[in-house]
């Protein structure tokens, strides 16, 4: 790969988070002499991004269902950046590209389905090679997965026992923008919500037993938490998030790096507001009846419409003002209890989004052999388990507030 003319390319870089990560890049990739270059399959709106923000870079163009202009692109490349979603629209060509190519992938969605079909066709290869291909490497899931690893090896190696559960906490506020919004919509139409319900998804194999799958349902109602003395409700997110962290477990287990005996993840919306019990109660109910109508494609016309559409999204203003709070518990298998969280400035989705996986891009680019695992650890992999505590530290000191224990 040294040979390689580019250390990260930056795919679907036209796009409203594309432009972001090369807005990222050109602010901070400079400084450590990363070689970098955007891609898309738009020439003229890929060298407007380019003037607008003011870098020399060159410009890469190739459609994302042309596969042999797209192994152009992974064949010149160290690591392949991507935010052109849909995914399982959009980036089959270039995981495969990356597979075959032997170059390092990280993309920012939370299509639990499509990332399955990864797994079953290409982890085997991936693994055998080295390469590392980490999807989810956005809001969808970098909080959770890292966090949830962090606790857990803090508990571990300081109380030295194993951990029994982990719970996360969040709050935000911020915008969406269209693209999230089209997968989204993508995801429903494909008819695999049923996939999405499945508590061990993508795991590496499905063989739980009906205890387990139960106790790792994703919640449905809103409740009253001890740990926290506030109310909860169920987190949009969950249903991604919490299987690319029992995905970790799993992986970890398999390498004999095992976080602990059936252990258990779980994630919420905190409420700690006046009257946060009605308010809990309220967001369920609305987030339900809103899921239902975008299922129902007479309601959907109408909804549609009305929202970002793709290439658009919150305003700068909002970006700037958005921020989020993950506020993590782990349970060592004594009962004791060890706090932390990870919290920062900007819209969640947006800002943090892009802060994740261009951060996630330069440890591949830049520390390959500081990784968890070394150099021979590849495969479909989750931020915990292909960046680890590399990601941790870029964050960190990207001015992200990283505090485990608290």
């Not at 919640?219 to 249903?239: C, E, G, K, R, V």
């Not at 021979?376 to 485990?404: C, D, F, H, K």
Request: net charge negative; hydrophobic share 40%; proline share 6%.
């Amino acid at each position: 790969m040294s040979e390689r003319s580019y250390d990260v390319v930056l795919y679907g870089a036209s796009g409203f988070v594309g432009k972001q990560t090369v807005q990222y890049f050109a602010r901070y990739a400079t400084s450590e002499s990363v070689r970098w270059a955007i891609a898309g399959r738009n020439r003229q709106k890929l060298e407007a991004v380019r003037d607008e923000i003011g870098v020399t870079v060159d410009v890469l163009i190739a459609d994302s269902q042309d596969q042999q202009a797209i192994d152009a692109i992974a064949s010149q490349t160290r690591v392949v950046l991507t935010t052109a979603g849909p995914f399982a629209l959009y980036g089959n060509a270039l995981v495969d590209a990356c597979v075959r190519l032997k170059t390092h992938y990280v993309d920012i969605t939370g299509e639990t389905p499509w990332v399955r079909t990864l797994i079953d066709r290409y982890h085997a290869q991936a693994a055998l090679d080295g390469t590392r291909i980490i999807p989810c490497c956005g809001f969808d899931s970098v909080p959770s997965d890292l966090g949830t690893y962090l606790i857990v090896r803090y508990i571990q190696q300081v109380l030295h026992l194993p951990c029994q559960q982990v719970n996360a906490y969040f709050q935000a506020f911020g915008g969406f923008n269209g693209g999230t919004l089209a997968s989204a919509f993508n995801l429903y139409d494909s008819r695999r919500l049923t996939q999405m319900n499945e508590p061990f998804l993508l795991n590496p194999s499905q063989n739980q037993t009906q205890p387990q799958i139960e106790r790792n349902r994703d919640p449905q109602l809103p409740s009253f938490d001890p740990d926290l003395n506030t109310w909860i409700a169920p987190f949009f997110m969950a249903p991604v998030n919490t299987r690319i962290v029992r995905r970790s477990c799993a992986l970890l287990e398999e390498w004999q790096e095992p976080y602990g005996a059936d252990f258990a993840y779980q994630e919420y919306l905190k409420l700690d507001e006046p009257l946060a019990g009605l308010k809990a109660v309220g967001l369920t109910t609305g987030f339900a009846l809103l899921m239902g109508a975008v299922q129902q494609s007479a309601l959907r016309s109408l909804i549609q419409p009305i929202l970002p559409q793709p290439g658009s999204g919150p305003s700068e203003q909002t970006m700037n003002e958005g921020w989020f709070s993950c506020e993590l518990v782990g349970t060592a298998s004594d009962g004791r209890k060890v706090r932390g969280t990870i919290r920062d400035q900007g819209d969640p989705g947006n800002r943090a989004t892009v802060k994740f996986v261009c951060e996630a891009a330069l440890s591949l680019a830049l520390q390959i052999d500081e990784l968890p695992g070394g150099l021979s650890r590849g495969g479909i992999l989750t931020p915990a388990t292909g960046l680890g505590n590399v990601l941790a530290e870029r964050l960190r000191r990207a001015g992200m507030t990283i505090a485990i224990p608290i």
